[in-house]
Each structure stands twice: as C-alpha cells, then as structure tokens.
C-alpha cells in the first residue's frame, strides 16, 4: 500500500515533466536502464517502452504510461513541422533519434519519417540545383575569359587547353540545365526555370536550348498578358464598385433636394460610365429638380427686384448660377442690378455733398 500512495503522489509531477520533456532534444545516447527502477523513473528517463513493461501488471500505472505516450505523440508532428518549416535541420534529425528511443514502434513515428525523409529529399534536390547553377555561371564566366585572352594571344597554350576541357564539361552542364529547366517549367516554377534555361542556352547556343529559351519566353509573356488582363479586371471591378457607391449617394442627396452636391456626384459617375442605365433615371430627375429650383429662385429674385431689395435679388440669381452655370437671364439679371446698386451708391453720394 505504501508503494501505490507513493506512486500516485509523483503522477502529477510525472505528467507535467513528461510533458515538458516530450520534444526536448537527446543530446547523446542513453545505456540501457537498470531493471530496478520504477515506471515514474523510467518515463522520466524516456524510457516509454520498458516502462510500459514494467507497468503491465498495474492497470494504473499502464494508463499514465500510455497518456504520457499519448501526450508526446500528439506533439512530435507538430514539432517536427515546425523545424522543418524554420529550417532546423540538425534538431530535426535530434527530435527523430530521440522519438526513436521513445516510441520505436509507433505508427505517429513512423509517418514522422516519412515527412522527414521527403523533406530531406527535396532539400537535397533544392541544393544539387544551387550547386549545378552556382557551377554553370562559374563555367561561363571562365569560358568568356578564355575567349578573351585568345582574342589578345591566340597561341595561348593554356587558354587552348581549357577551351578543350570545356566543351564536355559544356555538354554535360547543358544537359542538366535543360533537364532542370523542362522540369521547373512544367511545374510552372518559373523562377527556376529563369535560372537555369537562358543559361543553357548562353553555355550552348544549341537547337535544344534555343527551343527550350523560346519556351520560357513565351510562357513568360503569357503571364504577362494575363497579369495585365487580371489588373484590368480588377479596375474594371473597382469601377464598377464606385459607380454603386456614386448612384447611391446621388440619389441619397436628391431625397434631402441637396442639389448642389448631386450635381458634383452626377459628373463623377458620368465620367466613370456616362452611358449607365442606373444613372439614367436620376440624372432625368435631377434635372427636372434643376428646373424647378431654377424657376423658383428666378422668381423670387425678381420679386426681391421690384422690392429694391437688391442684395437679396443678388443672392437668388446667384443660386441660379451654381444650379445652372449657364442660365444667361440670371447672368444679365445680376449685372443689371449690379448697375442699379453702383448708380443709386453715385446719387446718394452726390446728394451728401
């Protein structure tokens, strides 16, 4: 019975160090454990295997085995995915020594080395490409050295010896860039496509990679042109988006009879699409409001006119004009009053002296 008390007092500091310890990279190999320790000491240790021996007559202690299993199972993927993702080969590889001493035959395991295995794959290939490009440009830059310095020294033993050197390392080079660069382009990886296959074609200018360049072009210009039309569909969209927010704000300020600003908004949906079937009908309207306000602000000023309220009368034609800018009654209108007001200001001036 003490040994039970005992083993349920460290189980919830077992679960918490199991958990915290469940990524924690194995920095050397452990020797095999001493078959006197506990399940507790042995999880502590990573030992998940022995310890679910140890474990198989105590139903208790099987079941915090296995949730301490459970625990670092759910987290290696995650895990993994993470260094994979930052690029952290060298923990990489610790996680996956460390999971195979924990879990040997686990299923989660096993399918964290696939991911890992095809991940080392891909970085193998990604760095070959690098060193195959890296060595290329190197090899071009060299050939056009030499082809230099026999410009200068024809006779130039040296340079002619590399020149021979170079047309198979040429043809092999070319080879594996076109290889690379057929590949990347049926990928639609153009990026490495445009890494690899001008350069072939500037090593050899063979009819392979002649054909092979012309590919990539034309594949280029293609996205080109359907970058274009994506940008032109984009504005397209967008005008019509504020051609929506236009019409609605311009029949907004026709309901509150706001004239002045549906005058403004009506010019700038006109010049996103003057031909607009929702602009019809509000321009129609707007006009006939134009019209009316017009009469009324015309009659009224020339009511304010006979009155001798002349400043008033100003003011009324004015409003004419910003309604309709070209109304020539309310221009002639205002410069006749204008004159009234500058003759009655001599008269009374006269009259002072």
Not at 38 to 52: K, M, P
Not at 167 to 174: H, M, P, S, Y
Request: proline share 3%; net charge positive.
């Amino acid at each position: 019975m003490q040994i039970n008390k005992t083993f349920f007092q460290y189980t919830l500091l077992l679960l918490i160090l199991g958990t915290l310890s469940a990524c924690a990279p194995i920095k050397e190999k452990k020797p095999a454990p001493p078959s006197n320790l506990n399940v507790i000491e042995l999880i502590i240790r990573g030992d998940y295997s022995q310890a679910l021996l140890q474990a198989a007559d105590n139903p208790d202690e099987r079941q915090q085995v296995e949730k301490v299993i459970a625990n670092y199972e759910a987290a290696l993927p995650k895990k993994l995915e993470q260094l994979i993702t930052d690029q952290h080969w060298e923990e990489a590889n610790r996680l996956l020594l460390q999971a195979e001493h924990r879990i040997p035959n686990s299923p989660v395991l096993k399918q964290a080395k696939v991911r890992w295995q095809a991940t080392q794959k891909k970085e193998q290939q990604r760095l070959e490409t690098e060193r195959l490009i890296a060595n290329s440009e190197a090899l071009y830059a060299n050939m056009t050295i030499d082809r230099q310095l026999l410009h200068i020294d024809p006779e130039n033993s040296q340079a002619k010896k590399r020149s021979l050197e170079y047309r198979k390392k040429t043809q092999l080079t070319v080879k594996k860039l076109l290889k690379t660069g057929k590949q990347a382009l049926q990928e639609e990886n153009l990026v490495l496509a445009q890494q690899t296959l001008p350069l072939a074609y500037q090593l050899s200018a063979t009819t392979e990679s002649k054909e092979a360049k012309a590919a990539l072009e034309k594949v280029l210009t293609q996205q080109h042109q359907e970058s274009i039309e994506l940008k032109q569909q984009s504005l397209a969209q967008q005008r019509r988006q504020r051609l929506r927010e236009l019409t609605s704000k311009l029949a907004a300020a026709l309901e509150k009879r706001d004239l002045e600003r549906a005058i403004v908004l009506l010019k700038q949906a006109e010049a996103i699409n003057r031909n607009s079937e929702k602009i019809q009908p509000l321009k129609q309207q707007l006009h006939k409001e134009i019209e009316q306000a017009v009469e009324q602000h015309m009659e009224q000023g020339r009511k304010y006119y006979r009155q001798d309220q002349f400043a008033d009368a100003i003011t009324r034609w004015n409003q004419v004009l910003k309604l309709d800018p070209d109304n020539k009654q309310a221009q002639i209108n205002i410069l006749r009053t204008e004159q009234v007001i500058s003759n009655l200001k001599r008269l009374t001036e006269k009259e002072k002296k």
